[in-house]
């Protein structure tokens, strides 16, 4: 299960595993196109081999069934010996919002690997027998990926409930009762519901100029995306009612810990990116041992936890995620170690000091590439927009990027710590044996 790194923290992908991998999505070098709504975007250049992908939204959310579409669509456009010279790397994966294909090899390439993705649009005429192999292939993936652990089941239940009524709710992976549900003829009926031109995205990553990838695009014969577009964009998010949960998960051979999550609205909207680095930032300031910190109140001063993790990311424009782990110091119980973390949380919200603000924004540089290398931010734009265009969402360009660092001041991060102190829906899980009960 690949996630990107910093952009799409709560993302889930299923990676199709009939195929070889090569590499992960978040380590793409080099933006050359995306189209969003037409064939030829935006360009930059880096001296990366292409990488082409070809992205479709799900509708109602990604399940299993989704998955079983992916593995079967690139199945049937790259599998077997379709792949040609060894020369080109093959992907596949579902995400909580689409599903998506790569392909990558030589510049030289670019119209075979075009022609040779194209096949995704076709229908699918896998042979039933690979078919039925292939919903073993995904109980398989399930035992790697997922195979019963607490953790896993964890943040099955806990997203569940935190997600509840909405379409990102659903879970790509499945269960094995589900896997074994599947069926040949439905998955054909839903890739002829949902893999159309009017709904796809293409993405081009590498060393590769304009002109040489409208060549290639007009030599592939690869469909007109532009035809009866369909406008389709992240589906929409609405917090359920105000509640906290409490799972419970007491294997004794479990390492004693805490997962608490915590979803919010926030006071007014704001730009998905503007937030994201904000979120960054207010996490940031968390995880430090300066006043309006956490680590001070609970590890180096009252010896609450030995460790702990934190992170906040975006869910849409209006609400974020506050995802914090953490082990109890010795003696201290799951109870205790809430009430802690809450507490420390709320004088957090209070308001941050002049001083730990500017001193974490000093050190928030790295969020962002070094602007004067071009090659390493054409690598950090290409990271970007292919999470962006992951999720369903339209990327920025460079120079709008440049400006989100401008945009922040510590009257957000007020905000949105005092957003994450308020009232949202909340789920905690207590993972082994209560030190304290």
Known sequence: MFLFSGFVARCRFSVASTLSLYGSLATIAGLTSVL???????????????????????????????HYLEHLTWLNAVGDDRVGSGQH?????TNDYAIGYRLSGPSDDLADMLRRLKRVFEPIEVPREFAEQERDILEREYDLRTGGTINANAALEMEAFLYQGNQIAGDPIGTPELIRALNYDDAKGLHAETHRPDRARLLVIGNVSE?????????????????????????PFALASIETRIFRYPDPNAAPRMILRKVVALPEPLDFDLLEAQAALARNILDTNLPG????????????????????????ESHIELIFSAEPDKGIGFAAMQSAFEGALNNSARGVPATTYDRVLKRFEGFWPD????????????????????ILREPKSERQMRKIGTQI?????????????????????????????
């Open 211 to 235: 002109t040489q990838l409208a060549n290639a695009v007009e030599e592939a014969g690869f469909p007109d995306l532009d035809v009866k577009r369909e406008d389709i964009g992240p589906p």
């Open 371 to 390: 602007w004067s290398n071009e090659e390493k931010v054409a690598r950090w734009m290409a990271d970007y927009t292919l999470s962006r265009v992951s």
């Open 36 to 66: 969003a709504n037409a064939q030829v975007g935006a360009l930059q250049h880096t001296d990366q081999p292409p990488t082409i992908h070809v992205i479709f939204p799900v509708p109602g959310g990604a399940d299993v069934r989704h």
């Open 293 to 316: 910190g956490l680590a001070g109140p609970l590890r180096f001063d009252a010896f609450v936890t030995r460790s702990f993790g934190i992170s906040i990311v975006p869910v849409d």
């Open 89 to 93: 790397h093959t992907n596949a994966w």
């Open 409 to 437: 001041d510590a009257a957000d991060i007020d905000i949105i710590l005092a957003a994450l102190s308020g009232p949202g829906r909340t789920a905690i899980a207590f993972i082994g044996t209560d030190p304290n009960p």
